[in-house]
Antibody, heavy 119, light 107 residues
Framework: EVHLVQSGAEVKEAGQSLQISCKASGYHFFSYYIAWVRQRPGQGLEWMGVIYPHDSGVTYSPSFEGQVTISVDNSITTAYLQWANLKTSDSAVYYC?????????????WGQGTLVSVS | SYVVTQPPSVSVAPGQTATIACEGD??????VHWYQQKPGQAPVLVVY???ARPTGTPERFSGSNSGNTATLTITSVEADDEADYYCQVWISSIDRYVFGSGTKVTV
């Protein structure tokens, strides 16, 4: 069974750095894109970017380009989302999800989410 | 940028049918996917490629997509269907993933 398990909640101050993780299991890690999605409190879902573990190629949403870094460690089948300089506006729940392709491209399954609180 | 619009809320009585629209320019030309999100939980895929159901999605959930509107229909609505629902598309020409604004279904 496919599982994406994310790291735990984080409490940070503005200006600090942060890296959260998404550990994948139950499938061939190299063959599927992984995406990151932000959800601010009471708000909708925002696509941030995707990474292809096979070649570590990354595509960012224009809204998040330069604001975060997405990476992957294939040796431990884990994807990462990183901030160098957190802002209070980064407070949100962050989800990772595996991308599946047939006719279209869908997000399935999702990790449980990581709550990031920045003061 | 491509914009996808959903009604903020839909209210439905138990046993009735809920219909959620997802509007976008010529959205019928691209596959649409639907996610259910309950409070405090991660989204879950309930319909993909316009009208396909993942294993585990009840047959009460169905989808369609034509012209400028995609639709998620929930028949015989149950209390457990109360959740936020999001549509999603992939714009292949610019390699972008777009979520609708979300619809809160109240039973």
């Amino acid at each position: 069974e496919v599982h994406l398990v994310q790291s735990g909640a984080e409490v940070k101050e503005a200006g600090q750095s942060l890296q959260i993780s998404c550990k994948a299991s139950g499938y061939h890690f190299f063959s599927y894109y992984i995406a990151w999605v932000r959800q601010r409190p009471g708000q909708g879902l925002e696509w941030m970017g995707v990474i292809y573990p096979h070649d570590s190629g990354v595509t960012y949403s224009p809204s998040f380009e330069g604001q975060v870094t997405i990476s992957v460690d294939n040796s431990i089948t884990t994807a990462y989302l990183q901030w160098a300089n957190l802002k209070t506006s980064d407070s949100a729940v962050y989800y990772c999800a595996r991308l599946q392709m047939k006719r279209g491209v869908r997000f399935d399954p999702w990790g449980q989410g990581t709550l990031v609180s920045v003061s | 940028s491509y914009v996808v619009t959903q009604p903020p809320s839909v209210s439905v009585a138990p046993g009735q049918t809920a219909t959620i629209a997802c509007e976008g320019d010529n959205i019928g030309s691209t596959p649409v996917h639907w996610y259910q999100q309950k409070p405090g939980q991660a989204p879950v895929l309930v319909v993909y490629d316009d009208d396909a159901r993942p294993t585990g999605t009840p047959e009460r959930f169905s989808g369609s997509n034509s012209g400028n509107t995609a639709t998620l229909t929930i028949t015989s609505v149950e209390a457990d269907d109360e959740a936020d629902y999001y549509c999603q598309v992939w714009i292949s020409s610019i390699d972008r993933y777009v979520f609708g604004s979300g619809t809160k279904v109240t039973v």
